[in-house]
C-alpha cells in the first residue's frame, strides 16, 4: 500500500516526454516479452532505433521502450540522440514501474551530463522514483528517508523550477509520513511500560517534524510519559506548549485532563 497517487508527478513529467516527441512516426504496435528479445540488440541506425522506441512508449510498452531506449546509448553511444535516450530510458523504467533501473538510468546521465539543461528532469525522477515505492508506517522506512533525500536535492539545486514546486508539497507529505512512523514505535515502547524509549521517539517528532500533523498528539504523549515517570513539572512543561501552540486541538483537552487527574497541583495552562 502507497501513501500517494501517482497522477500529479506524470503530470509534471508530460513536460518533459512533449520536449523529447523528436520522432514520433513509424510503427505503434505494442510488443511483449517476445518483442523485447527478437528487436532490442538488432543493430539499426539510430534515428531509426529512436523512432522505434518512442513509438513503443506512445503505444504504452514501457518496458520495451527502455530496452530500446538502452539500445541508442549502446549501438550509438557518441550520437547527441545517445544524450536524450538515457534520460528517455530512465523515464520508460518509471511509467514501468521498474524504479531501480529508472534512477540508476537517471544517476548514469547525472555522472556523464553533471551540467546538461535536463539535469533538473533526472535529480526529479530519482526523486519520484523513490518516492512511489514508500510503503505504509507499519514497514521499514528506509525508502522513505531516500525519497526525502531526493527530493529536498530537487529543491536545494532547482528551487525556481516546477520540479521543486512539486518536490516541496511532497516533502511535506514524506516528512508526515516519518513522523507516524516515529509515533507507531513511540506509541508500542509507551504500551509496552518503556517510557524514556517512548519519550525519545516523541520527542524527535517534536523537535524534527513539528510542522506535521502528528506533533499536537507527540506533545500529550510526552506529557503522559513524564507523568508516568514521576516528573510532573515536564509534563506540566510539555502541556504548556500543547496549550499555547494548539489550544483548541483534542490533544490539549486530554493533556488538561490529564494534568487535573495526575498533577492538580501543576496547571496546563
Known amino acids: 500500500m502507497t501513501m500517494h497517487s501517482r497522477s500529479p508527478s506524470k503530470l ?21 516479452g517476445d518483442d523485447l528479445k527478437n528487436t532490442a540488440y538488432v543493430a539499426r541506425d539510430v534515428e531509426t532505433l529512436y523512432r522505434e522506441a ?3 512508449l506512445d503505444a504504452g510498452n514501457a518496458t520495451l521502450a527502455a530496452a530500446l531506449f ?11 540522440w545517445a544524450r536524450r535516450a538515457q534520460l528517455m530510458s530512465a523515464f520508460s523504467y ?26 533538473p528532469y533526472a535529480y526529479y525522477l530519482i526523486a519520484l522514483s523513490y518516492y512511489e515505492q514508500i510503503s505504509d508506517v507499519q514497514r521499514d522506512q528506509k525508502i522513505t528517508e531516500q525519497a526525502l533525500t531526493a527530493l529536498q536535492e530537487v529543491n536545494r539545486r532547482f528551487p ?5 514546486a512539486d518536490a516541496r508539497l511532497k516533502i511535506d ?13 513511540g506509541r508500542h515502547y509507551e504500551r509496552s511500560g518503556q517510557w524514556i524509549a517512548a519519550q525519545i521517539r516523541f520527542q524527535n517528532v517534536v523537535d524534527n517534524f513539528q510542522t506535521t500533523s502528528h506533533t499536537p498528539e507527540a506533545l500529550y504523549r510526552l506529557t503522559e510519559t513524564s507523568l508516568a515517570l514521576g516528573i510532573p513539572t515536564e509534563a506540566q512543561k510539555y502541556a ?5 501552540n494548539y489550544p483548541g486541538n483534542e490533544w490539549y483537552e486530554k493533556a488538561f485532563a490529564l494534568m487535573q487527574r495526575h498533577a492538580p497541583g501543576a496547571t496546563a495552562s
Do not use: W
Open 12 to 32: 509534471v513529467l508530460a513536460g518533459f516526454v512533449a520536449g523529447a516527441s523528436v520522432l514520433t512516426a513509424g510503427c505503434a504496435g505494442r510488443g511483449g
Open 54 to 56: 518512442k513509438s513503443r
Open 70 to 80: 538502452d539500445e541508442v546509448e549502446r549501438q550509438h553511444p557518441y550520437s547527441p
Open 94 to 119: 518509471y511509467v514501468a514501474q521498474e524504479y531501480n533501473p529508472a534512477i540508476q538510468s537517471a544517476q548514469r546521465f547525472l555522472s556523464i551530463h553533471p551540467g546538461n539543461k535536463d539535469a
Open 160 to 164: 525556481t523550477t516546477q520540479y521543486a
Open 173 to 185: 507529505l514524506v516528512q508526515d509520513h516519518l513522523a507516524g512512523k516515529e509515533m507507531e514505535i
Open 240 to 244: 504548556a506548549v500543547l496549550g499555547a
